[in-house]
């Protein structure tokens, strides 16, 4: 009873556990060398320190709001930098940092135009991105990096391994030893027992050392994988991928759903954009960046819509940056699973410790009676008594199992990285753990099961079901235009073209559909210019289609969506046929066109527009949603990635049941699962008849659940 009674400080949350909860089981955890066995878990005082910085930092944006009401955001002179203008600029780093904080600088510097002629930018364009103007950029403005803590040398961990209590104590041993042998023996062999003590302590000091010093060397590669994150810029009027930490003032990045701001920046434009600033400010209430107010924050992320941003700010010009430097020292937080190993090796170190001041205790009383004269003591005997204290320390060093935790901490490392080969980027420890306890595996489609090389192979246009190489044929000049520029207004990629070929950037969706466009003979740029963009709804997983509104010639609008076919389907009462003339729709034809593309584990995709004289619109004009004519449904296949199959079957083995939960039509849904093992026959829903199931049919029905289709990020968490 005892024993469950000491493990109760080893009990901590998966996630989330209190400075408290941490520091507790620490001190309830009996350690022989402290520094080693806490090397891979949080550093409390760092994280202390940052929480605090964290606070300082929300303090501090809402009291600048409050001296802006006051002051209107005047502030003193900032020095000038000769190395500002030395190439060319002219605007302060330091004032730069500071735009999100007062309005009046934004103002002074000319707003986003003054801004973007100071730091030599076109907004169109995008920086030169040549070597030497990134150099220069990177000088006047810093990296965007921030400080790490420096990787330690081998020495240092030479030096912690002698931390170690049980070899402080084997090291006085070890020189009393060496004392009596020369004082009884002489020199010439009184040496050999306490310096042979000696030299096996440095080779269990030099081999833990070494040991852990390559260890450290694979965490920080893990870590650098795990930073290695990639944005979309324009440089020389292309659009390119480049990492984050290349990215530099003056860059133009463009931002779409789900994206961290890597950087401080002023929007240039944007769709609908709504930023999650939580993580900065604590404010739940998400963000609308606007003309008046249009700062972005580093670490903040992209809660809905698009846009494009001009950076400002990179590294440790940021809070983020300051914020990110103090939490690379903060360490990791460690696992249930290490902190209860770490109760286990207290209790059975607490038991050998026991067992060894027994029989420490039974030597010495042995010795005592054994010995005729109490008042006579000879170095014999204090050699007797040392080797006695040996002894029990050998038990001590025996029964407490140090390295338990720590080789756990190793493991998870070690299944991090060989997931990291398998392109499964884990970020936490703690998840490769929870992964081994797992019963259930609800797996995401596109890019998990699949291989996320989306083609479109079959398409509905014109009347007929043609296959793609072959789907311009019998169209229409104006049947032809009107879906080149469905295609190539309608999207969020990007077709980056040089002499003798071109560059896809984007989702692989939106690649796949522009790359069907580009080889039936459309031109991106062409099309792109012939109507203006008005407005634009990008596509989120809860509407599942993407809008846009163009201005034509004539005072003319056209709107066009694109997205889930039968949603799409659904807002449109005709359709186009192969002369450019629109008939009344067929449900039935249209439902069975996408029945058989489905069967063919499909994923289909409509798009549809619609022709209007009203305007001007404004920022609250919703697009309309009914009436709309259907040009073409497309068939995109994304083929099953090789070995799903057999792994589905290895965790079926293993008592682990899987499922699919996908955003895909509940046909292509049925057909990929069953080409992965995944259906059997069981059950398979659509998201909104799941989320509308009762307490008891949830109960019920969740252990038959093989397929959830059309489902939404919210069904996940259900």
Not at 53 to 66: E, H, P, Q, S
Not at 105 to 128: C, D, F, M, S, W
Not at 331 to 355: C, H, M, R, S, Y
Not at 656 to 672: F, L, P, Q, S, W
Request: glycine residues 8%; contains cysteine; charged residues 25%.
């Amino acid at each position: 009873m005892e024993r469950f009674d000491s493990m109760k400080n080893f009990d901590i949350p998966h996630k989330e556990a209190s400075l408290e909860k941490l520091e507790g089981w620490r001190k309830a955890a009996l350690v022989l060398n402290a520094t080693r066995r806490f090397r891979y878990t949080a550093n409390l005082k760092k994280r202390r320190e940052l929480l605090e910085g964290k606070r300082r930092f929300k303090v501090g944006v809402l009291a600048t709001k409050a001296a802006i009401l006051f002051t209107g955001g005047h502030r003193g002179p900032y020095p000038s930098d000769v190395k500002v203008h030395a190439h060319g600029f002219s605007v302060d780093p330091q004032r730069l940092a500071n735009l999100d904080k007062s309005n009046n600088i934004y103002h002074e510097l000319g707003n986003l135009t003054g801004i973007a002629q100071k730091l030599r930018v076109p907004l169109e364009v995008g920086i030169l991105g040549t070597e030497e103007d990134i150099k220069a950029r990177q000088e006047v403005f810093g990296q965007n990096t921030y400080k790490e803590k420096p990787s330690r040398s081998f020495l240092i961990f030479v030096w912690e391994a002698l931390h170690d209590l049980t070899l402080v104590v084997l090291i006085i041993c070890s020189v009393v030893s060496l004392a009596v042998g020369i004082a009884t023996e002489g020199i010439l062999q009184g040496w050999y027992e306490g310096v042979g003590i000696l030299l096996s302590i440095l080779i269990v000091v030099f081999v833990t050392a070494a040991s852990d010093y390559r260890q450290s060397l694979q965490f920080r590669d893990l870590e650098k994988e795990k930073k290695k994150i990639f944005v979309q810029v324009t440089r020389g009027g292309q659009r390119q991928k480049i990492s984050i930490f290349n990215l530099v003032v003056g860059d133009i990045v463009h931002l779409s759903i789900g994206d961290q701001v890597p950087a401080d920046g002023v929007m240039i434009s944007g769709h609908s954009l709504t930023i999650d600033a939580s993580s900065l400010t604590g404010e739940s209430e998400p963000e609308h960046p606007s003309v008046e107010k249009p700062f972005l924050l580093s670490g903040t992320y992209v809660q809905d819509g698009s846009g494009k941003m001009l950076v400002t700010a990179v590294g440790m010009n940021t809070e983020w940056g300051n914020l990110m430097s103090a939490l690379s020292e903060g360490g990791e937080d460690e696992t249930p699973l290490q902190v209860k190993l770490n109760g286990v090796a207290t209790v059975v170190g607490k038991i050998g410790l026991g067992f060894a001041t027994l029989t420490l205790a039974v030597l010495l009383i042995r010795f005592l009676v054994s010995k005729k004269d109490l008042k006579h003591w000879s170095v014999e005997d204090f050699t007797q008594i040392v080797n006695y204290f040996a002894t029990a320390v050998t038990i001590v060093v025996v029964a407490v199992p140090e390295g338990l935790p720590l080789a756990v901490t190793l493991s998870l490392a070690y299944a991090m990285k060989q997931m990291i080969k398998e392109k499964a980027l884990v970020r936490h420890l703690s998840a490769c753990e929870t992964m081994g306890s797992a019963t259930c595996i609800c797996s995401d489609k596109t890019g998990t099961l699949t291989t996320n090389k989306m083609t479109v192979v079959r398409s509905w246009v014109g009347g007929e079901v043609k296959i793609a190489e072959q789907a311009r044929l019998g169209l229409s000049e104006s049947c032809l235009e009107l879906l080149m520029e469905g295609i190539f207004q309608n999207t969020s990629a990007e077709v980056v073209e040089s002499r003798d070929n071109y560059e896809l950037l984007g989702s692989s969706t939106e690649t796949a559909i522009l790359r069907f466009g580009l080889e039936m003979g459309g031109r991106f740029r062409e099309v792109k210019v012939k109507s203006e963009i008005v407005k634009v709804e990008p596509f989120n997983s809860t509407k599942k289609m993407m809008g846009v509104l163009l201005k034509l010639g004539g005072g003319k609008y056209r709107v066009h969506w694109k997205g889930a076919s039968e949603i799409v389907l659904g807002m449109c009462n005709t359709v186009m046929d192969a002369s450019g003339q629109t008939i009344p729709l067929d449900a039935s034809q249209m439902k069975s066109v996408i029945k058989a593309f489905a069967g063919e584990a499909l994923r289909t995709l409509c798009l549809a527009f619609k022709d209007f004289e009203d305007g001007p619109f404004d920022e609250s004009f919703s697009l309309p949603k009914e009436r709309f004519t259907c040009i073409a449904i497309v068939g995109i296949k994304d083929p099953v990635r090789p070995g799903v199959k057999d792994a589905v079957n290895l965790c079926k083995k293993a008592g682990i049941k899987v499922r699919m939960v996908t955003g895909d039509n509940i046909e292509t849904a049925k057909a990929i699962a069953q080409e992965c093992s995944i259906f059997t026959g069981d059950l398979v829903v659509e998201g909104s008849t799941f989320r509308s199931w009762s307490h008891q049919e949830m109960r019920d029905g969740i252990s038959k659940l093989q397929v959830l289709a059309r489902s939404s990020p919210s069904d996940k968490l259900l």
